[in-house]
């Protein structure tokens, strides 16, 4: 008998871990989905969820995009996903990462953890206190390693073009409209590279101030957050948190393209389908946000280094071509091809 365990993300998944500590406030799920290709490697999450139940979703959507990522990128890892519940007040401790640590080392290396959401290169070095399986440490010179940031954002500039490509006939981005949706680690620095490029920016971020300063230094059409996505423009590119394309907001889109690094963009697997239908262009996020997760993988099995992440991260607007050429041919969504594609490479 198979059963979702009351979860419809639960995707036989080899096994979800409750940790708590009462010492140290920690309460942690790691979600490890496969370890077909190799031990499950993806970041811990540091959040504040409205409850338990829903950080039990997010850890098993996310693991189950770490297993796409991650066998659409190449790489000899399987996915696997951390969240750490934050108290409303963002409560982090040293004591606390380090629990988590211990939590990560209990399952013997079958999960990999690194930085994700609310985790910074000081909390990995609290959390390689305590175990091995960590990868996202400080780097220097051409070392691979550290902020995945700087990488993942790379990695979405290179596919964004290349949908713009697709989609627009050109990737030379001076004078496209783009539509930026949150301004942190990775959506500030794509949108960076967009506006060196002479990229038409409208952007929005949850920290006004943050919003404001980018447009201060950099030029841009600031709007509310709950306005960006239906912007008139040419790409919209979400970079803030997932499920924000429903049925509600798809319908309002208004540009040609989708292209950005936000995980679990899609709110439901039925809205590939509407993205299709509606004749957008969608860069299925698990392919065009890999460049993090190529940097700390590569870290972590101690394979090439900076010249070699670069070269990886080049491969990037191939994948996607993959997958927008098959969907071509059968006439399927861009997200389901894409799944498909992924679970060809896991041998699901």
């Known amino acids: ?7 419809p993300d639960f995707d036989e998944h080899e096994g979800v871990h409750l940790f708590s500590d009462r010492e140290t406030g920690l309460q942690a799920v790691i979600a490890v989905h496969s370890t077909k290709l190799g031990p499950a490697a993806g970041g811990v999450r540091f959040w504040h969820y409205a409850d338990s139940a829903a950080a039990i979703t997010d850890a098993l959507r996310l693991s189950r995009g770490m297993s796409y990522k991650n066998a659409m990128a190449g ?8 969240v750490i519940l934050a108290d409303p007040a963002r409560t982090k401790t040293p004591a606390m990462l380090e629990a988590f640590g211990r939590a990560v080392d209990s399952l013997g290396g079958r999960y990999v953890t690194a930085e994700d959401v609310g985790i910074a290169e000081a ?3 609290a959390i390689a206190k305590a175990t091995r399986y960590v990868s996202g440490l400080p780097a220097e010179g051409e070392k691979v390693g550290g902020d ?3 990488y993942t954002a790379k990695g979405i500039y290179l596919g964004l073009r290349a949908a713009a490509k697709r989609a627009l006939g050109t990737d030379d981005m001076k004078g496209v409209r783009v539509a930026v949706q949150g301004l942190g680690s ?4 794509l949108a960076q590279m967009l506006a060196a490029d002479g990229a038409l920016l409208t952007v929005a971020d949850v920290d006004a101030a943050r919003a404001q300063r980018f447009v201060d230094q950099h030029g841009a059409t600031l709007v ?3 306005a960006i996505l239906t912007s008139e423009v040419d790409i919209v590119s979400p970079n803030a948190l997932g499920a924000i394309l429903d049925a509600t907001t798809i319908d309002a889109l208004r540009c040609k393209a989708v292209a950005g690094g936000a995980n679990n963009q899609l709110a439901a697997p039925e809205d590939g389908a509407r993205l299709h239908d509606r004749g957008i262009l969608y860069a299925p996020d698990y392919v065009i946000n890999a460049g993090g997760i190529i940097n700390v993988a590569l870290e972590y099995l101690g394979q090439g280094d900076r010249a070699e992440v670069d070269a990886r991260l080049a491969q990037i607007p191939e994948r996607l071509v993959e997958v927008w050429d098959e969907a071509d041919r059968t006439g399927d969504s861009h997200a389901a091809v894409a799944d498909r594609i992924a679970q060809r490479r896991i041998g699901r």
């Open 123 to 125: 909390d990995m070095i």
């Open 186 to 189: 990775v959506g500030g620095r």
């Open 1 to 7: 008998m198979q059963t979702d365990w009351g979860f």
């Open 148 to 150: 995945p940031g700087p």
């Open 75 to 82: 790489l000899p890892m399987g996915g696997g996903k951390g």
């Open 224 to 226: 509310a957050p709950d």
